[in-house]
């Protein structure tokens, strides 16, 4: 059998991050990715690459739900059934993963969303949480996390203004955002007349508007690496696309390039893995076994160290599929693995403009915007409104094409189809824009993630299963944050706005995209019993497995997720070779 | 993903300028002459469908034109070829479900829960057009495409509403098959057979594959000056 010093599993950013760690620490690390290799010099070239219909439309860089898809229901006496084509959420497959199509945003966390349970019971007290919710913190530090947030930034090249560094006001961003140790590697993206307008109302209502972090290139930049980026031309095909220019920061352009260099690193793509394979004491993996999908071949490996860092959903699945610690009962309230399934709570709003004012919607970058924090995380008093939880807002206008604008016209009582339709569409379309509540998702106690009793997968292993639906305290966030859009809105000069907000008793609709920023389910914590890994997102029942990725987190937070996985990768890479590699084991003693 | 034929799955109009590109009298002639020429005799030409039969053809380019009519905006659906798109689509892995979950059962489900049924594009197409046709003859003694637009309509807004049944697909399912690819017909790259003359571009103001918008990231809300530009070369 093969042996490999550490296998990770997953090529996206959070399995690249660990791979580049462990390599400079003289491991040897195979990776294993399920979908093919993918290079943006070939098939993300330029014009094949601005192709919406082969993108974003027939999806091709996300996963292909015919070899392996979850169930999905909204209540526990619901029968769960199948996600059979892809719309809520688009989960990425090959080299890059979801890291090769997203956007761009790149937030670090606000201080508070990593002990959120901790701040809400020192400012209203512990009946302040609702029966069912399982709010935690995170039990790790924004000060711990800080130089990892700094590290991950100068390997993205992220375009951005900071509010402070080391104390000190240094420019116009973020007023909420927690102090830096350096400044973003370049300067931030420029606004778009759209986001400039967002801009302007946003501080006539005496809100504090900054420009969205953003791992979209404002200027050329080598990274700590070497690997190389382009600036964004603004061309508008991040989300769903290989950016052509190298703008986007992917572990394809950031992390891969180096890494492939490196003689101990051997990546094998199309390899799906089946289990991560125990001892019999169950308590220490002893290597993987996947499937060659193109030969249908097993092939098991052995490791001293396993990483899972596929997708938030996917390190879940493997965990009960491998049978790596209890998996969660939602009725007696017990085990860990599929506890604490958390997504996040985000509507978008429409703004018309008048006709003499193009917003040009097909202009744009994935990550670049502009955003207010005023209703974000604890920056308000939630006293009176008697919800926990947030939403930035923001004017992100990150490239439409019309063929998504299309689908997305009409509706609410407003014509879907014919000539009526084909006005409002064309005058949508070009003097429209959104603006979005990107809000966090709270946990709760029968909200969770195991397996299915009826349906598999390609490989004949039953499937994961997910119970969700929205829940009062973030439908009741949602509309409070929305309804604080409109008067932005007028100072706009809206002629027209459409608010979007989620409604009382509404379930969870797997039919229409909300968002791809699942988290939860293997949660980091404190306390092994409500938690799946320790803070260094080491697995508490076997400790030579560590889970990399948004399913650390107790509950979702309003920003984009990546960043936080990014720094998260980089913490617990530094721990596994400052202290896990000289003394294997556990790292918390309890 | 390996396509079943991969000259169906080529896009139109990549290959055939590029077959344009190749040839002598173009490059001694030159300009915008012979591009415009050969378009427009591109334009011109009739489509048989391939996967779709003629009465299935026929009933698809009808109905497709009443989601996407022409009118004062713009070419309807028609004009743009949507009808052709569709034919070409379903013969590639789309049309085949490729990256669909197809393993059953098959339970039905509330509908937030998402499609439950077992048939591909390809078979919503044949039994949803087949079923549309037969109900059309029962309720109006013609087919759909023989029917006037007031007609016509009322059977899609039957369909979208819900409350017709074609066989064993629900009349909103296949409505909303039908408005999805008509609408990926009218503004996807003419590359595929649809958006002719870029006119579904034309229509909403997209640039096509421009994708280089460095100098108009913010001009106070002044409309991008530049009409579009398909893969292949083609201007409007």
Known sequence: ?590 | MPSPDPDLHNPLRRSFVKGLLGTTSFWMLGGHALWSQALAAEAARTYSPTFLTADEYRFLDAACERILPDDHNGPGAHKLGVAEFIDRQLQTPYGHGDNWYMSGPFVEGPANLGYQLPFVPRDLYRKGITAADAYSKQQHGKLFADLPTDAQDAILTALEGGSVKLGEIPGRVFFEQLRTNTLEGAFADPIYGGNRGMGGWLMVGFPGARADFMDWVNQDGAAYPIGPVSISGETA
């Not at chain 1, 192709?51 to 898809?69: C, P, V, W, Y």
């Not at chain 1, 793509?269 to 004491?281: E, W």
């Not at chain 1, 308590?283 to 001293?304: I, N, P, Q, R, W």
């Open chain 1, 1 to 590: 059998m093969k042996h490999a010093d550490a296998i990770v599993i997953g090529a996206g950013w959070a399995g690249s991050i660990l791979a580049k760690e462990l390599t400079e620490a003289g491991l040897s690390v195979i990776m294993l990715e399920r979908g093919p290799e993918r290079s943006t010099a070939i098939e993300g070239a330029y014009p094949d690459s601005v192709d919406e219909l082969r993108g974003a439309i027939r999806k091709r860089l996300f996963q292909n739900l015919s070899q392996s898809t979850l169930t999905i229901r909204n209540t526990i006496d619901q029968t769960a059934l199948p996600y059979r084509q892809l719309a809520a959420f688009l989960p990425g497959e090959g080299v890059g993963g979801a890291g090769l199509h997203w956007s761009g945003c790149h937030f670090r966390v606000s201080p508070d969303d990593l002990r959120l349970r901790s701040a809400v019971i020192e400012k209203y007290g512990e009946k302040f949480i609702p029966e069912g919710m399982n709010l935690q913190d995170y039990g790790v530090s924004y000060a711990e996390l800080e130089p990892f947030f700094d590290k991950a930034e100068k390997v993205f090249g992220t375009s951005g203004v900071a509010y402070t560094i080391n104390g000190k006001v240094t420019g116009n961003g973020n007023v909420f955002a927690a102090d830096r140790s350096s400044d973003f590697p370049l300067p931030p993206m420029q606004d778009t007349f759209s986001a400039q307008t967002f801009r302007n109302a946003c501080s006539e209502a005496g809100y504090h508007p900054y420009a969205m972090p953003a791992a979209n290139a404002s200027r050329p930049y080598t990274n700590t690496y070497g690997c190389q980026m382009g600036p964004c031309n603004f061309c508008g095909y991040c989300s769903g696309y290989d950016c052509y220019l190298y703008s986007k920061a992917s572990p394809n352009v950031n992390i891969l390039p180096a890494l492939r260099q490196d003689p101990n690193f051997t990546l094998i793509a199309n390899a799906h893995v089946l289990r991560v394979d125990l001892d019999s004491t169950k308590t220490k993996a002893t290597g993987v076994t996947y499937l060659e999908t193109l030969t249908k071949k097993e092939v098991s490996l052995s490791a001293d160290l396993v990483i899972l860092s596929a997708f938030q959903f996917h390190n879940v699945h493997l965990m009960l599929l491998s049978k790596i610690g209890t998996p969660y009962d939602p009725v007696s309230n017990t085990g860990t693995i599929g506890r604490n399934f958390v997504y996040q709570t985000i509507s978008s709003s429409r703004v018309w403009l008048p006709p003499s004012k193009y917003t040009n919607q097909f202009i744009g970058a994935g990550g670049a915007g502009v955003a207010i924090d005023d209703f974000n995380c604890t920056n308000f008093d939630h006293g009176p409104l008697g919800f926990i939880g947030g939403s930035p807002v923001w004017v992100n206008q990150a490239g439409m094409k019309p063929i998504a604008a299309a689908g997305g016209a009409g509706g609410g009582g407003a014509p879907r189809w014919g000539s009526a339709y084909k006005t409002d569409l064309v005058e949508t379309y070009k003097h429209s824009l959104g603006i979005d509540a990107h809000g966090s998702n709270m946990a709760y106690r029968d909200v969770y993630l195991d397996l299915d009793p009826t349906w598999k997968d390609a490989y004949g292993q039953p499937l994961l299963r997910m119970t969700f639906t929205w829940k009062d305290n973030d439908i009741r966030m949602n509309q409070y944050v929305v309804s604080k859009i409109a008067p932005i809105a007028k100072a706009m000069g809206a002629t027209k706005t459409h608010l979007v907000h989620l409604n009382q008793g509404q379930p969870f609709d797997t039919r229409h995209y909300q968002t791809t920023h699942l988290g939860g389910g293997a949660v980091m914590g404190e306390d092994p019993k409500t938690s799946a890994l320790n803070r260094y997102l080491q697995s508490w029942d076997v400790s030579n497995v560590f889970v990399i990725g948004s399913n650390a987190f107790p509950q979702g937070m309003g920003y984009n997720p990546t960043g936080a996985v990014a720094a998260l990768a980089y913490w617990a890479a530094h721990h596994i070779r400052t202290t896990y590699l000289k003394s294997p084991g556990p790292l918390v003693k309890l």
